[in-house]
């Protein structure tokens, strides 16, 4: 990522704290009311406070929604303005909220801090950040509102960071601006094994890190977006993950764990899963009986990535009479970019037919300890076919077993792994 964050080094006795409240702090007013009692307590203590905000929960779908009332194709330029502005609401009501409390506090937009992005509307990439108006407003005492999941890009245009962008805005300005900590509130009080609204047996993990935790990110456990992780590790950003409705202790992530830290965390020989994650985001698609040629399949890739359409897990079946099939998955917010885009592609490909699946979740098991430990899978499967779940598509890496379920197994298929891998015991 090449991020080029201009800071500013300046001598401070107090702690800069960087605070990030996600939607699910944000639903209402009370709750904003709440936020702004957090950020004053903070400043109260003599910190320097910045917190970035999302907007107010259910805010960004109900945006999308109305723009899809008017349009079937709507741009992406025009949908990160529309989105933007949910962001725009907020900080401005956080900062009336603080000054009611008696501080002083002042509201940013993305482009007033300068959150420079490429042009990728809808998943732009930070380019760099100035932090000069950020430290100014700080100077005065002031507390700093800035709007979340929003950039510029070099053309003066509103971009958006992606679903969940506003916990990369967050560790972004926090490396900018060489924040003490970075802390991450939601409405859980930490990371844990598996989701806690998904299985109550899940145990909270004290400390991660990063790496683990981006693959847990990726595979879907939302409390942490995954670019903000990878932005976290290249940037040497400690994360501490806390409720915005109680006071205690969260969950670390911590950029480098040496091995003796985390076999301690473990129980040095012992746990080899560290958590179950799940993507309820999945569809599958089978194209049937492709030419078997050099290139077919890329062919058949190509054009998906150029539309910008992730693809996951790949599985090609042996060819028979010079065709094959192949399978592959996408997040089911895209499958029907990529069902218009096979109808586009099968005269030039020649394929048979396609099909496509949208009920499907992938179901995770991590764990660094996996890479020296044989029999993870073989328990995965067993679990999973024990509890009567058909296993569609498996992918595996050295810290990850993934299968491929029916979405309606989905939490069941989270709760019988958990309990395989014994995740609730210390
Ligand atoms: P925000 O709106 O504040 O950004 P999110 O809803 O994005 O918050 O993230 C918090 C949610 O993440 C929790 O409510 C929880 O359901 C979910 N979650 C998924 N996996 C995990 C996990 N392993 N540990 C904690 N929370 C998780
Ligand atoms: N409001 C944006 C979203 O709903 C960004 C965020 O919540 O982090 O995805
Ligand atoms: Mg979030």
Not at 82 to 104: F, M, R, W
Not at 233 to 244: I, P, Q
Not at 263 to 268: C, F, H, Q, R
């Amino acid at each position: 990522m090449p991020a080029t964050l201009q800071t500013t080094s300046h001598a401070r006795t107090q702690k800069l704290i960087v605070q990030k409240f996600g939607g699910s702090s944000m639903g209402t007013i009370e709750r904003i009311q709440n936020v702004a009692r957090r950020a004053v307590k903070t400043a109260a203590e003599g910190h320097q406070v910045v917190v970035v905000v999302s907007a107010m929960q259910g805010e960004t779908d109900r945006l999308l929604k109305l723009a899809s009332g008017v349009s079937t194709r709507p741009a992406d330029r025009e949908i990160d303005v529309l989105l933007a502005t949910g962001e725009q609401v907020s900080i401005a009501l956080l900062a009336l909220a603080i000054c009611e409390l008696g501080y002083k506090a002042r509201s940013f937009l993305g482009h007033q801090v300068e959150i420079r992005t490429d042009s990728t509307h809808g998943s732009a990439r930070i380019r760099s950040i100035k932090a000069d108006p950020v430290h100014e407003c700080l100077r005065k005492g002031e507390i700093v509102v800035i709007a979340g999941f929003q950039g510029v890009d070099q053309h003066g245009n509103i971009t958006t960071l992606g679903r969940g962008g506003s916990d990369l805005s967050a560790v972004a300005m926090a490396a900018a601006l060489k924040a003490d900590s970075c802390e991450i509130y939601s409405d859980v009080d930490g990371i844990y094994t598996t989701d806690p609204n998904v299985y109550n047996k899940a145990r909270k993990i004290p400390r991660i890190g990063s790496e683990e935790m981006l693959e847990l990110a990726s595979l879907g456990a939302k409390v942490l977006q995954t670019r903000s992780v990878e932005f976290a590790l290249k940037y040497n950003v400690t994360l501490h993950c806390r409720s915005s409705f109680s006071d205690g202790e969260g969950s670390w992530v911590v950029p480098e764990m040496s091995g003796l830290e985390d076999a301690e965390m473990k129980g040095l020989e012992g746990a080899v899963v560290t958590a179950v994650s799940c993507d309820k985001n999945t569809a599958k698609l089978t194209v049937v009986g492709i030419p078997d040629t050099p290139g077919a399949a890329a062919r058949l890739f190509a054009p998906m990535a150029d539309a910008g359409i992730n693809i996951d897990v790949i599985i090609q079946n042996p060819p028979q009479e010079g065709r094959t099939d192949v399978t592959f998955t996408v997040p089911r917010n895209v499958a029907d970019r990529a069902v218009q885009l096979l109808e586009s592609l099968q005269p030039a490909l020649g394929f048979h037919s396609f099909s496509v699946d949208k009920s499907l979740a992938k179901v995770s098991v991590v764990g660094a300890g996996m890479v020296s430990q044989p029999g993870v899978a073989q328990r995965t499967f067993a679990a999973l076919g024990d509890a009567g779940i058909s296993i569609l598509l498996i992918s595996t890496s050295e810290i990850k077993i993934s299968c491929v379920v029916e979405d309606r197994f989905a939490d069941l298929a989270v709760r019988v792994l958990h309990d395989k891998f014994e995740l609730e015991k210390t």
